[in-house]
């Protein structure tokens, strides 16, 4: 809920998508990154998201990033020996600030998440080292944190990109939760 304290829409985007960004971190927290299945698992749903949100209206930097991130995706899920195109999922048009907010941001937590991957020992896994390697678009991150900082927190605007947010949220995790991908985690 919108608090009266949030003076920014940087600040709201956090405490309202905080629900749903724990709930993400929750079942991608299920694919285990030291293994090739979790770390198929992983990019499949990353590849699956992306794949999404490119077709939608985005940022010319955005557009860049999710270029450069499914490519690397692409590389990593053939050394793993995916054979098989994620197929996009289905979402309406969202605004641009929400999608720069969801991507810039993610960046943030695969840092902790490459060290995750970081700690495999399968050879393969290791190999597989494309996604991990991007840049941490941490540039992006700033300029989107200066843009929102500078908005109001209320208003028809701001209600629709936080809208827009949580709904990039549940796509990935309804594409975390694609069936293909809980029945290989669970088997294994
Ligand atoms: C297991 C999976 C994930 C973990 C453990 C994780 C963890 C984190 C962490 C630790 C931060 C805070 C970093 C900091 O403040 O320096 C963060 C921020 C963020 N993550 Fe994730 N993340 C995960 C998945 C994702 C995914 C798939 C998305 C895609 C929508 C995402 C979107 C964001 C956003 C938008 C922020 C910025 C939050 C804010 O400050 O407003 N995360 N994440």
Redesign the pocket.
């Known amino acids: 809920m919108t608090k009266l304290t949030q003076a920014s829409l940087r600040a709201r985007?956090?405490a309202d998508t905080r629900l749903a960004?724990e709930q993400?971190?929750e079942e991608?927290?299920r694919f285990d990154l030291t293994t090739p299945i979790g770390f198929l698992c992983f990019l499949t749903m990353q590849s699956a998201a992306l794949q999404t949100l490119s077709a939608l209206q985005v940022s010319a930097k955005a557009g860049a990033m999710i270029r450069d991130v499914l490519e690397r995706a692409a590389l990593d899920l053939r050394q793993l020996g995916s054979s098989t195109q994620q197929s996009p999922a289905a979402i309406e048009p969202v605004h641009p600030l929400a999608i720069d907010?969801?991507i810039a941001?993610?960046r943030?937590?695969s840092q902790?998440?490459k060290k995750r991957w970081q700690a495999a020992t399968d050879p393969q896994v290791r190999r597989a080292s494309a996604y991990f390697s991007a840049p941490s678009y941490i540039e992006m991150w700033a300029s989107f944190c200066n843009t929102t900082e500078a908005m109001s927190s209320s208003g028809t605007l701001a209600n629709q990109i936080v809208q827009d947010a949580d709904r990039?949220?549940h796509l990935?995790l309804e594409c975390a939760r694609a069936p293909q991908l809980t029945n290989r985690a669970i088997h294994a």
Request: without cysteine.
């Open positions: 985007l956090r960004h993400l971190d991608v927290s907010y969801a941001g993610s943030l937590g902790l998440l990039i949220f990935y």
